[in-house]
């Protein structure tokens, strides 16, 4: 069992920055694929970014070049840097954790969810 508790959510302008971060606690932390999802209202879940349990990344076209993903093992904690905010970033983030060693950003992939943080982009 992993228990995920992201934080760092907020409002912003357009062009701004912020950083999420997703405290995981229980199972072996290092061992997961750990990904970002974000829902938007009226719209479906979709990935954002993966850091794979073997160390490499992947992301959205949308986000590639201003957002960042990465993870501190010693901390058990997950992060998400958000660069050059767009009004269409806004949605509820979401960190996930994978048994996989490779998981995607198919959130079928993902075995654990945390219950997000709102991240709202004004123009």
């Known amino acids: 069992q992993v228990q995920l508790v992201e934080s760092g959510g907020g409002s912003v302008q357009a062009g701004g920055s912020l950083r999420l971060s997703c405290a995981a606690s229980?199972?072996?932390?290092?061992?997961?694929?750990m990904g970002w999802f974000r829902q938007a209202p009226g719209k479906e879940r979709e990935g954002v970014a993966v850091i794979n349990s073997e160390g490499s990344t992947r992301y959205a076209d949308s986000v590639k070049g201003r957002f960042t993903i990465s993870k501190d093992n010693a901390k058990n904690t997950l992060y998400l840097q958000m660069n050059s905010l767009k009004p269409e970033d806004t949605a509820m983030y979401y960190c996930?954790?994978?048994?996989?060693?490779?998981?995607?950003?198919?959130?079928?992939?993902?075995?654990?969810w945390g219950q997000g943080t709102q991240v709202t982009v004004s123009s």
């Open positions: 229980g199972d072996t932390y290092s061992s997961y694929s």
């Open positions: 996930a954790a994978s048994f996989r060693l490779v998981a995607g950003l198919s959130s079928e992939s993902y075995n654990y």
